[in-house]
């Protein structure tokens, strides 16, 4: 059986936030869907629904793992939902399940979503989100982005 090459990105963020968050979440999808990489989020509203629209608009692929048991909880720019049942439970298949997780702003959600990606071993790229530092440093794996196409980029070009 072939490997797949599709990269998987995450994106987190809050289910609530303002225009330019959105501005910033909308432009980070089309550039995902551009990249031809598969868009992953919590699949609610805020910033999961701004990447989402964003990556149809450019006729990407997306998925939302819902954290309840009612498909029509999920915005409604996702291709594949997955309910899971769990709640924030969830966060951990969220980051699991990208090879690159993007944070856009967010809340502690978005906080625990981070720290379980870096569990996972996957990188995290923040992009106007938490600012984590360890003895003066960014941890590894960790990336700081100025803009969506700096975000995507550090996500789509890593092996």
Do not use: Q
């Not at 910033?47 to 149809?56: D, H, N, P, S």
């Not at 690159?100 to 981070?114: D, M, R, W």
């Amino acid at each position: 059986m072939e490997k797949t090459t599709t990269k998987y990105i995450s994106v987190i963020g809050a289910g609530v936030c303002d225009a330019d968050t959105a501005s910033i979440a909308e432009e980070v999808g089309r550039l995902i869907a551009r990249a031809g990489a598969v868009l992953i989020c919590g699949g609610l509203g805020g910033v999961m629904e701004a990447a989402c629209r964003g990556a149809k608009e450019e006729g990407g692929a997306t998925i939302g793992i819902l954290p309840g048991v009612e498909r029509g909880d999920g915005n409604p720019y996702l291709d594949y939902v997955i309910l899971s049942g769990v709640g924030h439970g969830r966060n951990l298949a969220v980051a699991a399940s990208g090879d690159a997780v993007i944070a856009i702003g967010g809340g502690f959600g978005t906080l625990s979503e981070i720290g379980l990606a870096r569990k996972c071993g996957r990188p995290v790229v923040l992009l106007g989100s938490w600012e984590i530092w360890k003895s003066g440093c960014v941890p590894e794996g960790i990336y700081l982005a100025n803009n969506a196409a700096e975000a995507v980029e550090l996500t789509i070009n890593r092996p």
